[in-house]
């Protein structure tokens, strides 16, 4: 039985509410298993952990001649503590949006129109295809979340070929060991390497909390015996744990509030969902985000139906030859950082997001049974002039691009022109470069040449001095000479007075002994003669 709803506070809240989108098409490949377990685990563990919740899932424009989720989906038959919804998007409301022959499905939307509904204290907006960790409804089992945080994990996508017969524990252990690849934060990629080691698919993270010490706007915490990375704000939307955040990104009530649920673009889903994740970090909300074991496992789909690593070439292909527009991340990531500055608000939509002065359909999701069977379309009135965007209208994602692309465009012209400059620069400053090494290379050979020029002056000084002391050596010994001469000079003038004075005595003796040899002639003379006569 359905009934017309629109967000209500007057139903008592569950604690959480879930809530997904889909429509009952073959989008991935089978989508209806992948739902039904994704519904099976999560109403289990609700049973497990004792967790008052609600799941709500959206039926975005039912497609014709198939019944509505709620006539092909259920809860299992033993749910107390999981209650489930389908809230319904009449086709005649997804056609007065731009684009809708093009793209049948609005999913951030869609997700919208749950939030909007939802009554739970917080509010995980996630996927049709989505299994949570144990570890992970545990904690949230504990209802000590934060009403000033934003709660993420870590996605590890896993093989499909999951029996829909299987428990919650037997999926969870599939799950762990049939991994694909992992969804880890893209930032701060020492840190997170540190935290996971070399195991890809980590089933435990370790860390210490000066682990995070140099980093401004985060921290290594425990919550409730969980390591958790927490991210103080503004932070740099790089290092933010925005990978495949689609798929959980748990905020209080009043942060979905705070920035009117997603960005209402009619538009591919493709980077919505970070925007939004931004938008209510730089509203306010610190981001936290649970480690291995805390994760949520998805379900692989087909090639090209969603984003993967292996079929995006294929998806935006299929996207442009469609002309379905998609947020470029250029355009996210300017609007974010302006958020980020305060420059724009963190709320893109109006009052109205979510559809909310529509009364849509609403049914229970009933446990162990169907819900009605019967085939869309069904009838469905509504007001025409009432608008169904709430987008407000600077947002407009059409003029966004065109914004940016022209923004891109001077940008690129001014990137071109200092470019240009810079190579110009850059030649200058090589041939300044190249002048600097010719002239350092002179200066260089200049002082091996004045080094040698030294060498050969301290050898020309060294044989100075050498000759110096060799001269003062000759003149002390021609000092000495000189006195020795004078020494000998007047000696030798003694002697020749002594010579002289020893002729002298000679002389005088030779004339004394010439006047002997006189006078004895004489008197021999005298002896001869005879004796004079007397007479």
Same mark, same amino acid.
């Given at each position: 039985m359905q009934q017309m709803t629109r967000p209500s506070q007057a139903i008592p809240s569950p604690y959480l509410s879930v809530v997904a989108a889909s429509r009952n098409d073959d989008h991935g490949g089978d989508p209806l298993t992948r739902t039904?377990?994704?519904?099976?685990?999560?109403?289990?563990?609700?049973?497990?952990?004792?967790?008052?919740?609600?799941?709500?899932?959206?039926?975005?424009?039912?497609?014709?001649?198939?019944?509505?989720?709620?006539?092909?989906?259920?809860?299992?038959?033993?749910?107390?503590?999981?209650?489930?919804?389908?809230?319904?998007?009449?086709?005649?409301?997804?056609?007065?949006? !731009?684009?809708?022959?093009?793209?049948?499905?609005?999913?951030?939307?869609?997700?919208?129109?749950?939030?909007?509904?939802?009554?739970?204290?917080?509010?995980?907006?996630?996927?049709?295809?989505?299994?949570?960790?144990? #570890?992970?409804?545990?904690?949230?089992?504990?209802?000590?979340?934060?009403?000033?945080?934003?709660?993420?994990?870590?996605r590890y996508d896993i093989h499909r070929d999951i029996p829909l017969s299987y428990s919650v524990e037997q999926t969870l252990e599939y799950a762990w060991i049939n991994p694909v690849r992992a969804n880890r934060r893209l930032g701060l990629r020492a840190l997170i390497a540190k935290f996971y080691g070399t195991e890809i698919f980590a089933r435990r993270c370790h860390g210490e909390p000066n682990d995070c010490a140099a980093l401004d706007h985060f921290k290594l915490t425990t919550e409730n015996g969980e390591l958790a990375l927490c991210a103080q704000g503004p932070a740099p939307i790089d290092d933010l744990h925005t990978n495949a955040c689609g798929d959980f990104t748990l905020l209080p009530r009043a942060g979905w509030e705070a920035i009117t649920g997603y960005a209402e673009f009619a538009s591919y889903s493709f980077n919505i969902d970070s925007l939004g994740l931004g938008a209510a970090h730089y509203a306010g909300y610190e981001e936290i985000a649970l480690l291995p074991p805390c994760v949520c496992f998805h379900i692989e789909h087909s090639l090209g139906s969603g984003w993967t690593p292996e079929g995006e070439t294929k998806l935006f292909e299929r996207l442009r030859e469609r002309g379905i527009p998609s947020p470029d991340w250029s355009v996210v990531n300017a609007l974010l950082e302006s958020m980020r500055l305060g420059e724009l608000p963190a709320a893109l939509n109006g009052p109205t997001w979510g559809l909310a002065e529509f009364d849509l359909p609403d049914e229970p999701l009933l446990p162990g049974r169907l819900g009605s069977q019967a085939l869309h379309p069904q009838p469905y009135e509504t007001r025409e002039d009432r608008p169904v965007s709430a987008l407000r209208p600077e947002f407009n994602l059409e003029l966004l691009t065109l914004w940016q692309k022209r923004h891109t465009g001077r940008l690129n012209k001014q990137l071109e022109e200092s470019r240009s400059a810079l190579e110009q620069a850059e030649f200058y400053l090589r041939e300044v470069e190249k002048d600097r090494d010719d002239r350092l290379a002179a200066i260089l050979a200049g002082q091996d040449a004045l080094a040698q020029t030294i060498e050969y002056l301290r050898k020309v000084e060294k044989d100075r001095d050498d000759r110096l002391a060799s001269i003062?050596?000759?003149?002390?010994?021609?000092?000495?000479?000189?006195?020795?001469?004078?020494?000998?000079?007047?000696? =030798?003038?003694?002697?020749?007075? #002594? =010579?002289? #004075?020893?002729?002298?005595?000679?002389?005088?003796?030779?004339?004394?002994?010439?006047?002997?040899?006189?006078?004895? !002639?004489?008197?021999?003379?005298?002896?001869?003669?005879?004796?004079?006569?007397?007479g």
């Open positions: 039904q377990i994704f519904i099976n685990c999560f109403a289990q563990q609700c049973e497990k952990y004792q967790l008052p919740a609600e799941l709500i899932l959206v039926d975005w424009n039912p497609v014709p001649g198939r019944p509505g989720l709620a006539g092909v989906l259920q809860l299992p038959a033993n749910s107390t503590y999981c209650r489930g919804r389908v809230v319904t998007v009449p086709a005649v409301l997804h056609d007065r949006f !731009a684009h809708a022959d093009r793209l049948p499905f609005f999913q951030m939307i869609a997700k919208n129109v749950g939030i909007r509904r939802a009554k739970g204290d917080f509010i995980l907006a996630t996927n049709i295809d989505i299994v949570f960790s144990d #570890e992970l409804i545990r904690f949230i089992a504990c209802r000590n979340l934060d009403h000033r945080r934003m709660l993420r994990v870590d003062t050596f000759y003149q002390d010994k021609l000092k000495s000479a000189y006195s020795d001469h004078e020494h000998n000079v007047a000696y =030798i003038g003694r002697l020749h007075e #002594e =010579i002289a #004075e020893h002729v002298k005595v000679s002389a005088d003796k030779d004339q004394i002994i010439a006047q002997l040899n006189a006078e004895i !002639a004489r008197l021999q003379t005298a002896a001869a003669q005879p004796p004079p006569t007397t």
